[in-house]
């Protein structure tokens, strides 16, 4: 099982590197964004977490498959023993358009998706389900995040209702600002505040760092994200 879960790791890194179109992304850091792949497309990222007590890895895959909606893949937990779970995940996300007059002006739109959690260390079956509202400000182009989600003992730790919430604001046409948050006591519940830059390529980077919103969630530390869409 380690081998496999290696071989995937490396194939997605090497998927991220080698292809060349960039169109959006699947989450802020761990809040999903109000983007969804488009269809025909597929998007890969890389992330690693860590500090200097904690290192966990997490790969993400989507296919775009039309009407605003993306068929999501995740494994999540790889590399460590810090975490209770490592974690393959099957789900979707998708979007509607709130007021079209509306969404031509500030891309307003309601998210929504679940993602279904099978424990590869024999832990069970969870479930991680959410929606946010999201609109872009004029002349700014900050788009501002905010919803609920429900994430059970298996994803997270403990059987989680609480809100999450994120801001993006672009800076130039290849760099931004983003943070985001999970609220509560439970495995994803951090402030992450960071950046995101587009490099040669489309080979796109986020960095940052995630801040506990109790001790009992786990360490204070980096988040380091690579991504790209195909």
Same mark, same amino acid.
């Given at each position: &099982? ?6 995937? !790791?490396?194939? %997605?890194?090497? *998927? ?38 904690? %290192?966990?890895?997490?790969? @993400? ?13 995740? +494994? #999540? #937990?790889?590399?460590? /023993? ?6 393959? #995940?099957? #789900? ?17 739109? +309601? ?8 424990? !590869? ?19 700014? =182009? ?5 919803? *609920?989600? *429900?994430?059970?003992?298996? %994803?997270?730790?403990? /059987?989680?209702?609480?809100?999450? $919430? ?12 983003? &943070?985001?948050?999970?609220? $509560? ?5 951090? !402030?992450?505040?960071?950046? @995101?830059?587009?490099?040669? =390529? /489309? ?15 786990? /360490?204070? $530390? ?9």
């Amino acid at each position: &099982m380690k081998k496999i879960i290696w071989i995937i !790791l490396f194939a %997605f890194i090497l *998927v991220i590197f080698f292809q060349t179109e960039a169109y959006s992304q699947q989450t802020l850091f761990n809040v999903p964004s109000a983007d969804v792949t488009q269809k025909g497309k597929i998007f890969v990222q890389h992330e690693t977490q860590f500090s200097n007590k904690f %290192f966990v890895n997490t790969e @993400y895959g989507a296919l775009g498959i039309g009407k605003n909606t993306e068929i999501d893949v995740t +494994l #999540g #937990g790889v590399g460590t /023993d810090n975490v209770a779970n490592e974690l393959l #995940g099957v #789900g979707f996300k998708s979007f509607i358009p709130l007021n079209k007059e509306l969404y031509k002006k500030y891309e307003t739109k +309601l998210t929504f998706g679940t993602l279904i959690q099978t424990s !590869l260390r024999g832990n069970g079956v969870g479930n991680w389900t959410y929606s946010h509202a999201s609109a872009r400000l004029p002349k700014l =182009k900050t788009r501002i995040s905010g919803g *609920v989600n *429900v994430l059970t003992t298996t %994803f997270a730790g403990r /059987d989680v209702f609480g809100f999450i $919430g994120g801001i993006e604001q672009p800076i130039t046409k290849r760099f931004g600002l983003q &943070m985001d948050w999970f609220s $509560g006591k439970h495995a994803n519940g951090f !402030l992450i505040p960071g950046f @995101y830059y587009i490099g040669p =390529k /489309d080979v796109t980077l986020w960095a940052g760092y995630q801040i506990h919103n109790n001790k009992a969630n786990g /360490d204070n $530390g980096f988040v380091i994200e690579i991504s790209r869409i195909f």
